[in-house]
């Protein structure tokens, strides 16, 4: 049986693990992102926008983003202390949130380093929970963790939705698979040989 070595970098990292033994996936973790000081304004102002719309639609009796109803006391509780956080609690948030913006790439940290062994390759695939009910998924559709590579594995995390997401750091983001591969050596030649199929490509094979 082959053995995955992991390297924890940060001390809060996870080793990725599997939900069953027989799982492909294992699961990785996110941890906390740098954001810089325009990115922090820039969700600040969101933030702000959203109460003051609910805010104002509240006081003319329909809420608009909840529906037709007006907000219920917790709803407005929620509000109030969104709309009055403390510089002191916006390190707080980002550093316990991973905010990505609607068709926006953000770079998260797993923590930990692997050794693939020679012969195999890392897959970073997407969950299939957040692909599908909120639009997160590698940007690159695939990501690549060759067997040499002995750095900080990431999860360039795209968020395909038109809605601002919102992940906590500790949560579930990818899963890594650990695939066999052929390592073949490429070698130019003059000809290639002779298929039924030739050169047909896109579509050649019908649609039934």
């Known amino acids: 049986m082959e053995v995955l070595k992991i390297k924890k970098l940060h001390p809060d990292a996870h080793v990725p693990t599997r939900a069953h033994d027989t799982d492909a996936g294992m699961d990785l973790y996110a941890l906390p992102v740098e954001y810089t000081d325009e990115e922090k304004k820039a969700y600040k102002s969101v933030v702000d926008q959203n109460v003051t719309a609910a805010k104002f639609l509240d006081l003319f009796g329909?809420?608009?983003?909840f529906g037709d109803t007006l907000l219920s006391e917790k709803q407005k509780a929620a509000i109030d202390i969104a709309g009055n956080l403390t510089d002191s609690e916006w390190d707080d948030y980002f550093k316990s949130k991973i905010v990505i913006m609607p068709h926006e790439t953000k770079m998260i940290p797993s923590g930990i380093a692997i050794a693939v062994p020679t012969g195999y390759m890392g897959c970073i695939y997407a969950r299939s929970g957040l692909a599908s009910k909120h639009g997160l998924a590698p940007a690159n559709c695939v990501g690549i963790v060759d067997s040499d590579y002995r750095g900080e594995v990431k999860v360039a995390l795209h968020n395909y939705s038109?809605?601002?997401?919102?992940?906590?750091?500790?949560?579930?983001?990818?899963?890594?698979?650990?695939?066999?591969?052929s390592l073949c050596t490429p070698v130019e030649v003059e000809e290639l040989d002779e298929t039924?199929?030739?050169?047909?490509?896109?579509?050649?094979s019908g649609q039934k």
């Open 62 to 65: 329909g809420t608009g983003i």
């Open 162 to 181: 038109n809605k601002n997401q919102v992940i906590d750091v500790g949560e579930r983001i990818a899963q890594l698979v650990i695939q066999p591969i």
């Open 196 to 204: 039924d199929r030739g050169v047909g490509g896109f579509g050649s």
